[in-house]
């Protein structure tokens, strides 16, 4: 019998509701150290009257404080990526568990502590690329001469893509993952890494553009990070979750290019 036989008849059973429980209170655990600020920052290289919240504030102070800067900011990125992805993501973490249920205590937790420690990884890998932007275009002095059209702009890329084919195939493998599971599955703990490696990219696929708008706003402004993680999680768990990507999309296409029409940007002529 296949490993993956009967998985979804265990799960309809609630037979791995301490998957779920765990993933959710780290989640809650990484929002509260978001809350509460309890990770360490560097407390000099930022500009007088710059708070965390604002665009481009953290990935400013980083990259003005060297290598500890930036690993201090990784650290950072990567708990707000379990704090932001975990809940849309137990799905896939009970699915997984339900195909090592045959295995021992130790080598299950094991296997599926490294799909989720990997899962987290890799998205915390992509903290990279803010950091990169900001080498680039200083987001914050940006933000604080063309807020609005950096705003708009943002919004007009989430857009985009939140209409696309990459986006509707990324999301079908993020709201259907058995399908997923069953064709790559790999035994073992480095199978179990490989694993949630190869899914975490379609993961990135899904979302990158949301996440991407984490970086115009402030990669620490709270509000805009909670009401990111709804749209997100509602795409990948409600039965509407398509429609509510395409409708985002939209919202985000009209809203985007008002502002940019705002900020003086002409959109023709």
């Not at 000099?44 to 980083?62: F, K």
């Not at 490294?114 to 690329?129: D, E, N, P, S």
């Not at 950096?150 to 079908?172: D, F, H, I, P, T």
Request: net charge positive; charged share 15%; proline share 5%.
């Amino acid at each position: 019998m296949h490993v993956l036989d009967g998985v979804r008849e265990r799960i309809d059973r609630g037979s791995v509701p301490l998957v779920a429980l765990a993933t959710y209170a780290l989640a809650l655990v990484a929002w509260v150290v978001l809350v509460e600020r309890w990770l360490p920052m560097p407390a000099t290289g930022v500009e007088a009257g710059l708070r965390m919240s604002d665009p481009g504030a953290p990935e400013a102070l980083a990259l003005a404080n060297g290598p500890s800067g930036v690993g201090l900011y990784l650290l950072m990125w990567a708990v707000m990526m379990v704090a932001m992805m975990y809940p849309a993501t137990v799905p896939l973490f009970r699915l997984y568990n339900g195909t090592v249920r045959g295995a021992t205590t130790a080598e299950r937790t094991a296997r599926l502590g490294a799909f989720m420690g990997t899962y987290a990884f890799v998205w915390g890998l992509t903290g990279i690329v803010p950091l990169a932007v900001n080498r680039v275009v200083p987001v914050a002095t940006v933000a604080d001469e063309r807020g609005t059209v950096l705003l708009g702009g943002a919004l007009l890329v989430v857009a985009v893509y939140q209409l696309s084919a990459a986006k509707r195939r990324c999301l079908e493998y993020c709201r259907s993952p058995l399908g997923f599971l069953t064709e790559q599955y790999r035994p073992g703990v480095r199978g179990a890494v490989q694993l949630s490696g190869r899914f975490s990219v379609f993961c990135i696929g899904c979302c990158w553009a949301l996440m991407g708008l984490m970086v115009v706003v402030g990669s620490m402004n709270l509000l805009w990070m909670a009401g990111i993680t709804v749209v997100m999680s509602l795409e990948r768990v409600v039965s509407w979750g398509d429609r509510l990507a395409t409708a985002t999309g939209l919202v985000a296409g009209v809203v985007g290019a008002g502002l940019l029409v705002m900020g003086g940007l002409p959109l023709a002529g």
